[in-house]
């Protein structure tokens, strides 16, 4: 067994994989992270599934789509069936987990298209639809934290589907998130569905956050410099205080809203915080830093295969690194404010991007099975 990790997941954190492919699944791998590194969850998104399957050189996906070819379905209905199989063989290696978890974890999830990004109704649709294609009560279906995400989170939630909020970057927009959290239990209560079946996690982005608000630190230069690679963490940081704020600390030194306290009442669970984006960008960085900084109860950090073999070899895991340090992370904020640096400009950018970029990944995906489904059919 790995001590870092299992420190790390006696600290209350849930260690999850950022990754996915038909050869991980095939090969063991997935249950062996699962048997040797404590890993209880894995998340996909766009970018995943197009280079499991387009950029693996995997040909473990071609009899799949030679039958697909052959029933001369789309290539979205195509990428669906690929997509949906794969989480669902990984949804069946981690439902021990699931079990014994009572629900909590051993989850696994899909994202709606990223195309439908900017439409409600369409990701309500959409999300829908991945729940009945999985067809396993361990799958989270992800929908990103756009305006239009939003109201479509809260229904899909009140609709009893489980949910892995995406794409998050700003403390305004998590709030706003927790919010749709918080209605679509209300409505699933108001229609006497089961509370305690109801899973959610809010994806805050990391990395990312430094990159950007690092490359305006750089451009400001002099002393903004010693700014860099602070603010990611403050931005973190400071979100857990706001699930706290909703929630209530384990501890019960925090006391949750009111509103929450009903819902609890009714069976609900609280929306963890999930640290996504937490492989070190800047490698000037220690490669850990997006794990061992962010440490706290009741919190799931979701690692590629890279970061978690690091924090396995060398991660230094010390307790609660998020709780102490509240009143740092909301100076370093504002002194990078203070430095120049727009705040609510770069949240947006980073939004933006992060559709932009599972989008483009979608797109890419769309061409290459495209171009499969054409060569299968071509077959003699």
Known sequence: MTDALK??????????????????????????LVQNKHVVGVT??????????AGSGDDSYDGQLRDLAVRKVTTDEAIRMITTSDVRDAADVLRPVYDASNGR??????????????????????AKQLWWLVDRPNVLIKIPATKAGLP??????????????????????????????????ESAKAKG?????????????VSRVDTEIDKRLDKIGGEAKNLRSKAALANARLAYQAYEEVFGSVDGKTAGSARWAALEAAGAKPQRPLWA????????????????ELVAPGTVNTMPEATLDATGDHGVITGNTIVPNYADAKAALDAIAAA?????????????????????????????VTASLASFADEK
């Open 152 to 185: 479509a989170i809260a229904e899909v939630i009140g609709k009893g589907i489980s949910v892995n909020v995406t794409l998050i970057f700003s403390l305004e927009r998590y709030k706003a998130v927790i919010d749709a959290y918080l209605t679509g239990l």
């Open 277 to 292: 984006s937490t492989g070190v960008k800047d490698p000037a960085l220690p490669d850990t830093l997006y794990v061992t």
């Open 7 to 32: 420190r790390l997941s006696d600290e209350g954190v849930a260690i999850w994989l950022d990754d996915l492919s038909r050869k991980r699944l095939n090969s063991g791998n997935l249950a062996e």
């Open 44 to 53: 996909t998104n766009p970018t995943i599934f197009q280079k499991a399957i």
């Open 340 to 368: 120049g640096v727009d705040y609510d400009d770069v949240v947006q950018v980073l939004e933006d991007e992060g559709v932009e970029k599972f989008e483009q990944s979608w797109n890419e995906l769309l061409d290459t």
């Open 193 to 205: 569905l089961d509370l305690s079946q109801i899973e959610s996690v809010a994806s805050f982005f």
């Open 105 to 126: 974890d051993g989850r696994v999830s899909i994202e709606v298209d990223p195309r439908l990004a900017h439409e409600t109704a369409a990701t309500v649709a959409e």
